[in-house]
């Protein structure tokens, strides 16, 4: 760990490496460095001989970053949660990657001053090195065009070479393991759609798979796949024309002794704790989630909201041209990242941002249509807290509330009368034919704390605060598609004053489970309440 310097200042060749580090992990969960803010050095030699390119990929490192190849600064990248690529030189070469997990809008722009959860530092993801091959595969992309009366997807190829453009180049496309098609691709993007009459769909009870491969030379890519569309119908939300009823948390993606940097059992557990509340709906708030887990999501039929980064962004930074940049150029690395995985139904954006100001809604717009430019196949949403004074829902295709009746305001007693107001203000805005999800209600719980007055921090009061949440929006009422409940798991959240004092241990208390995911009564209770809403 290098400490408060300025990567500018920095000679990766001047570099001693004294310590070691997991990759992928997150540095300042290790005692040595616990809490540590700062510049860290990682370093490893690569060789690269075979006279092919190679490229190394990383899944995602916080949150700012510098690779360089033998002293010389190759690529830079902002913001974690993300994947990237940097082309390797042949040879034997010294990589040396400069992270940064210091607060500073400065150099990383997504960043504010507070985000409600801790920022950990490191290459928290993981780091595969690519031999590419020439020609290699730079991207597929796999899109169900249609269901009826047969299923259709569509493969996108786009093929890169060094040694020129003119050549056509041997292709072969195999869908689980049989060819579908042997032929030649130029360098550059071919389409081709393919009937797959005896494919099964992909859905949350049903959540069938499918494995697409691409040869071209000998560089061969492999996507697994789930044949759906996603659609809105009349204020429902459908996958493959039927209506699908969310019942949801959101997840952090953290945990005390990894930081963002989890191992795969750990998501695994996540995801089959997913399951066992009943729930078939996962938010990512508020960050595109690991791949492993959403591979889980594929595997377990989970519906994903997977959301690009950025909390309560205010007027400054959607109207700032250069943040909007930085928040185009992430949304297009998660979509790029993700959209392969059926289980991701919903591409969200700016959570809880100044959806009620005039001046942002051009901001609004511009992300929008990045999403929409990208990939046209999911609907769009964001969860926003100005539900009343909305300017901007009309822009999305479900419409995302995000309140605290009988937490931040009010008692129990007002949270059915307060989700009305707020669902009624979504109709009266002429957006009645839109689904709604709630996308973030809770209250906290400290694990423990049985109170048989339900006073707030109690386990108590949480569970009945949800339990009152899901009857009426599902059982006294009918109006919205979906839920997320705040929050899956407890997660540590900064220091700054005066907000950690709301905020014990500086930990945010919402979970369902603790922070090493042991059940409060909430669990019991949601998971209750899903599995009777949801059926035998
Ligand atoms: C907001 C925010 C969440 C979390 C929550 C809370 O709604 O979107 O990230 O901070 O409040 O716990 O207060």
């Not at 607060?103 to 801790?118: E, I, N, T, V």
């Not at 090195?129 to 269901?147: C, F, N, Y």
């Not at 204020?235 to 493959?240: D, P, S, V």
């Not at 369902?512 to 809403?533: C, G, I, M």
Request: overall charge negative; charged content about 25%; hydrophobic content about 40%.
């Amino acid at each position: 760990m290098l400490g408060d310097v300025d990567p500018d200042e920095v000679d990766p060749k001047s570099i001693t490496f004294a310590g070691a580090m997991a990759v992928p992990g997150s540095w300042d969960v290790l005692p040595e460095y616990a809490g540590r803010r700062g510049l860290a050095a990682y370093g490893i030699d690569l060789h690269c001989f075979d006279g092919t390119p190679h490229r190394v990929v990383f899944d995602g490192v916080q949150h700012w970053c510098r690779v360089s190849f033998d002293g010389t600064p190759a690529a830079e990248h902002r913001w974690g949660f993300t994947r990237f690529g940097v082309d390797v030189p042949s040879g034997s070469r010294r990589m040396v990657v400069l992270v940064d997990n210091r607060d500073d809008a400065g150099r990383s722009l997504l960043h504010r001053d507070f985000y409600d959860w801790h920022h950990h530092g490191g290459v928290a993801r993981g780091v595969a090195l690519h031999r590419l091959g020439d020609p290699w595969i730079e991207s597929v992309v796999v899109t169900t065009v249609a269901i009826v009366p047969v299923p259709v997807i569509e493969v996108v190829v786009e093929v890169a070479s060094e040694s020129g453009r003119q050549t056509a180049h041997p292709a072969e496309l195999f869908v689980d393991g049989t060819v579908r098609l042997a032929t030649t691709v130029p360098v550059g993007v071919t389409a081709w759609q393919l009937e797959l009459p005896d494919a099964a769909l992909w859905s949350t009870n049903d959540p069938s798979l499918h494995l697409v491969e691409v040869r071209v030379g000998s560089d061969d890519w492999r996507e697994r796949i789930g044949i759906r569309i996603v659609g809105t119908d009349g204020g429902r939300l459908t996958i493959n024309g039927e209506a699908v009823r969310l019942l949801g948390v959101n997840r952090h993606d953290m945990h005390p002794d990894h930081g963002a940097g989890l191992p795969d059992d750990h998501r695994l557990a996540d995801a089959q704790l997913v399951r066992q509340l009943g729930a078939n709906f996962l938010r990512g708030g508020h960050y595109p989630q690991d791949e492993g887990l959403l591979d889980l999501c594929d595997e377990m039929g989970i519906c994903v909201w997977s959301e690009a980064t950025s909390w309560q962004a205010d007027a400054r930074q959607l109207t700032d041209d250069r943040w909007l940049e930085d928040a185009e150029s992430h949304i297009g690395e998660m979509i790029a990242a993700a959209r392969n995985h059926p289980s991701v139904i919903l591409w969200g954006l700016l959570n809880e941002g100044a959806s009620n100001d005039l001046s942002c809604r051009p901001g609004y717009e511009r992300l929008i249509s990045r999403i929409r430019a990208a990939d046209a196949s999911r609907p769009v949403t964001f969860a926003g807290n100005h539900t009343a004074d909305d300017v901007c829902a009309e822009l999305v295709d479900v419409v995302g509330i995000n309140a605290y009746p009988g937490w931040y305001y009010g008692s129990i007693d007002d949270v059915g009368p307060e989700l009305d107001r707020l669902i009624a203000a979504v109709d009266a805005a002429g957006f009645a034919d839109k689904p709604i999800i709630v996308s973030e209600i809770g209250a906290e719980a400290i694990r423990g704390w049985r109170d048989p007055a339900a006073d707030r921090w109690s386990e108590d009061h949480q569970a009945r605060l949800l339990d009152t949440t899901i009857r009426h929006l599902f059982v006294e009422r009918d109006r919205v598609c979906g839920l997320a409940i705040w929050v899956l798991a407890d997660f540590r959240t900064p220091q700054a004053m005066p907000r950690v004092l709301i905020r014990p241990r500086a930990y945010n208390h919402k979970g369902l489970v603790d922070e090493y995911r042991r059940p409060k009564l909430a669990a019991e209770v949601v998971a209750r309440a899903y599995h009777d809403l949801s059926g035998p």
